[in-house]
């Protein structure tokens, strides 16, 4: 069955460093989402891909978040300077489509410590 | 804006029980609905999607309903197992393309 690789799966970063993931979704999906998630809450949308483009952006915090997806397949989202509150699940997702027959598929995630 | 809500926050049931986990929305216009499972520490495993113009999805022991007009969706569980303890997060599919999560139910079957 097709996945979504993320990787590193954990990371440790010592707060004002600069801490980056990667996402490569299921091949052909051309929507891709970075997803943060705080221990016991749900996911929030950071942003959002169609191909290459930034579809949504609105949430990410673009003083110290970048993200980018440069041929329109894996994806980068970067961290500089990382803060004690960055720590989190970062989520990667993709869909092959948009409409009602159409779900996401969520990789593994990436744990991110600051300290 | 949609706001997606999930009540209980947090659920202890004996094994072997059927129980239901509540999920709610402010705006039906939607795709779709989609219920995850998350184990701790881990990424979202889809467990089922439930189209705008569907009731219901049925899968193994898995049961989901969906009533639109209201804003509810329930995931039913049929005779509960403590393999099943994990977070269950719903999320709805809606304008623009966004996916919107509940809070999540933490559910724990006691053997």
């Known amino acids: 069955e097709a996945e979504v690789a993320q990787s590193p799966r954990y990371k440790i970063t010592e707060k004002s460093q600069a801490v980056a993931f990667w996402c490569d979704p299921i091949s052909g999906h051309a929507t891709l989402y970075w997803y943060r998630q705080i221990l016991g809450q749900g996911p929030e949308l950071l942003v959002q891909f169609q191909d290459e483009s930034v579809v949504d952006d609105s949430q990410l915090p673009k003083d110290r978040f970048s993200a980018e997806r440069l041929k329109g397949v894996d994806s980068t989202l970067k961290i500089q300077p990382a803060e004690l509150g960055d720590s989190a699940m970062y989520l990667c997702?993709?869909?092959?489509?948009?409409?009602?027959?159409?779900?996401?598929?969520f990789g593994s995630g990436t744990r991110l410590t600051v300290v | 804006k949609q706001e997606v809500t999930q009540i209980p926050a947090a659920l202890s049931v004996p094994e072997g029980e059927n129980l239901v986990l509540n999920c709610s929305f402010t705006?039906?216009?939607?795709?779709?609905l989609q219920w995850f499972r998350q184990d701790p520490g881990k990424g979202l495993t889809s467990l089922l999607l439930i189209q705008s113009s569907q009731r219901e999805q049925t899968s193994g022991r898995l049961n989901a309903s969906l009533d639109k007009s209201s804003g509810r969706s329930t995931l039913y569980i049929a005779a509960s197992q403590p393999g099943d303890s994990a977070t269950y997060l719903c999320a709805v599919r809606h304008a623009g393309n966004m996916l919107t999560f509940g809070g999540g139910t933490r559910l724990m079957v006691k053997p």
């Open positions: 997702a993709s869909s092959s489509g948009q409409g009602a027959v159409y779900g996401y598929t």
């Open positions: 705006d039906s216009a939607i795709y779709n």
